[in-house]
């Protein structure tokens, strides 16, 4: 089991950038790929982006290329958004999640999720 721990949310203006962070806990973190999904007010939650287990794959939603990175530093159970020219477009929560794959987590398909971390983009 792996419990996901997100930070780094918060307030900024638009064209800013914020990293976010998503500690897992557990010896297996590092077998995990890993992904950063969003939800944004009154809609569906939307996949951003994920990474495989080693950090040689990665996905990135359309809306996310050019401006988003993930990546994972697996010594330190610690997968990384980093989000640059943001939009207020971009305002949502976003979850840390875990999955069988880095393809999986594009398709949908996730076993655990973190709480959360609220980003807003102001205009």
């Known amino acids: 089991q792996v419990q996901l721990v997100e930070s780094g949310g918060g307030l900024v203006q638009a064209g800013g950038s914020l990293r976010l962070s998503c500690v897992g806990s557990?010896?297996?973190?590092?077998?995990?790929?890993m992904g950063w999904f969003r939800q944004a007010p009154g809609k569906e939650r939307e996949f951003v982006a994920a990474?495989?287990?080693?950090?040689?794959?990665?996905y990135l939603a359309d809306p996310a290329k050019g401006r988003f990175t993930i990546s994972r530093d697996n010594a330190k159970n610690t997968v990384y958004l980093q989000m640059n020219s943001l939009k207020p477009e971009d305002t949502a929560e976003y979850y840390c999640?875990?999955?069988?794959?880095?393809?999986?987590?594009?398709?949908?398909?996730?076993?655990?999720w973190g709480q959360g971390t609220q980003v807003t983009v102001s205009s």
């Open positions: 999640a875990a999955g069988p794959s880095s393809d999986a987590l594009r398709r949908g398909t996730t076993g655990y």
């Open positions: 557990g010896r297996t973190f590092s077998s995990y790929a």
């Open positions: 990474i495989s287990w080693r950090g040689g794959t990665t």
